[in-house]
């Protein structure tokens, strides 16, 4: 990661959203969060840079319009923007779902401190530059 370097992440939870906060500051203080509560504050900061996300974070289960319809929305526009999807749900359809709307990954929402920490640290991690999902590397693993 480099100096400047600006994670969006939305969720509709509001713990999740610090607890979030507060783990990449742990990684590195030197990373920016933004967040949002809901995918109409997303598309609004993605519309109205600055600032400009180099990573989106985004949790699939939300009220409204999903993240999945985010996504779908968001890729309409822009292909080439990372976007991390971030959620509880581990069902083979969603993943498959998110994949096929141009998610660059898919990590499952971990309870336990340490594993979360660990599978942010490791999308922070990837060169999106050269990154190609496939079914084998599209999950995170713990």
Same mark, same amino acid.
């Given at each position: ?23 990449? #500051?742990?990684?590195?203080? #030197? ?47 822009? /292909? ?36 979360? /920490? ?25």
């Amino acid at each position: 990661m480099k100096s400047g370097f600006t994670i969006f992440y939305t969720d509709d939870d509001q713990d999740d959203l610090e607890f979030f906060k507060e783990i990449v #500051d742990t990684i590195d203080a #030197d990373v920016s969060v933004v967040t949002q509560n809901n995918g109409s504050q997303l598309l609004h900061a993605l519309n109205n840079p600055p600032p400009h996300p180099h990573l989106i974070f985004l949790d699939i289960n939300m009220p409204g319009m999903t993240g999945l319809d985010i996504l779908q929305k968001v890729r309409q526009s822009d /292909k080439e923007l990372p976007i991390v999807m971030f959620s509880t749900s581990g069902d083979e359809d969603t993943i498959k779902k998110s994949r096929e709307l141009g998610a660059s990954y898919y990590v499952p929402k971990s309870g336990v401190f340490d594993q979360l /920490k660990r599978s942010i640290e490791h999308a922070l991690g990837i060169n999106w530059g050269s990154f190609v999902p496939d079914d084998k590397n599209f999950v995170y693993s713990y």
